[in-house]
């Protein structure tokens, strides 16, 4: 049994998860209400994780072997902070039509990054006012383009968090599906940590009867076999050069649109596409 002054640290905790959740859905609900960009996001899904959570070490193995621990990139780090912005559903919508991506899904994808790096900005001040620090890293482009493996994983971070499970297109499939972007911020702010999920959310490692993200991938870089991530990427660079007055929208998402996972978990809707 928990004593009192445990019950108290609990209900100070769920208080302050509360806070930042809701911190991070203001942020997006007064984004999309002043319009400054031409995307539209669904309410985000927000996890937490503790930042000594053996996992985090495993990445160094699992992910590369330059992958930064929590207390790398903030010593006293106590708290992993992720989110995920799901896209509006319309955003979905063509982006299967041609070789390249729709413009709205390049659209999406630049302005969700700019949108990660505001909301870290906004979190960052928020918690630094209450007396914690944080550590905001870039929400994409931080990897070696050789490779093409991350120093800090948003993804794997997520998952850590509980924020969702990996799906055989190797995008984290959330309860919201998968169609959108993930952030993350570590911080000296100690919170409980959330827990995993452990059922599989993705429909092909459930029980084989779903591959058609491998299906939609215009080049044949993922497979039921393996992932080919410079081949992935080529296609990424496609999209770049071909959007390049909009940002730098090295994405392609074929893989995510139109599947059973794009706006939901599949393993708990069924065949549901969307909410």
């Keep these: 049994r928990m004593n009192t002054r445990e019950i108290m640290q609990n209900k100070d905790s769920l208080m302050l998860k509360k806070e930042i959740r809701g911190r991070i859905e203001g942020f997006v609900q007064t984004t999309i209400r002043e319009g400054r960009f031409a995307t539209r996001w669904r309410e985000p899904l927000v996890a937490f994780a503790d930042a000594e959570d053996p996992l985090f070490g495993e990445l160094k193995r699992a992910v590369s072997e330059s992958h930064a621990h929590p207390k790398d990139l903030?010593?006293?780090?106590?708290?992993?902070?992720?989110?995920?912005?799901?896209?509006?559903?319309?955003?979905?919508?063509?982006?299967?039509?041609?070789?390249?991506?729709?413009?709205?899904?390049?659209?999406?994808?630049?302005?969700?990054?700019?949108?990660?790096?505001?909301?870290?900005?906004?979190?960052?001040?928020?918690?630094?006012?209450?007396?914690?620090?944080?550590?905001?890293?870039?929400?994409?482009?931080?990897?070696?383009?050789?490779?093409?493996?991350?120093d800090w994983s948003h993804r794997h971070a997520a998952f850590i968090a509980g924020l969702g499970r990996f799906g055989i297109n190797h995008m984290l499939i959330t309860e919201k599906g998968c169609c959108g972007r993930i952030g993350s911020l570590v911080t000296t702010l100690a919170v409980g940590a959330d827990s995993r999920p452990s059922d599989e959310f993705c429909l092909y490692l459930r029980d084989g009867s779903c591959l058609h993200c491998a299906v939609h991938c215009p080049v044949g870089a993922l497979t039921a076999e393996g992932y080919d991530r410079h081949r992935c990427y080529a296609v990424c660079l496609q999209n770049e050069e071909a959007f390049q007055e909009i940002g730098k929208a090295d994405v392609c998402g074929k893989c995510l649109t139109d599947v059973p996972c794009s706006w939901v978990n599949p393993a708990r809707c069924g065949d549901k596409k969307k909410e």
């Design 74 to 150: 903030l010593p006293e780090a106590r708290t992993v902070i992720t989110y995920f912005l799901p896209f509006d559903f319309s955003i979905g919508d063509g982006n299967l039509a041609a070789f390249l991506a729709s413009p709205v899904w390049a659209q999406a994808y630049v302005d969700t990054n700019l949108l990660i790096g505001e909301i870290g900005g906004h979190l960052e001040a928020c918690l630094r006012e209450r007396g914690y620090e944080a550590f905001v890293p870039p929400a994409t482009h931080n990897f070696d383009s050789q490779r093409l493996v991350s």
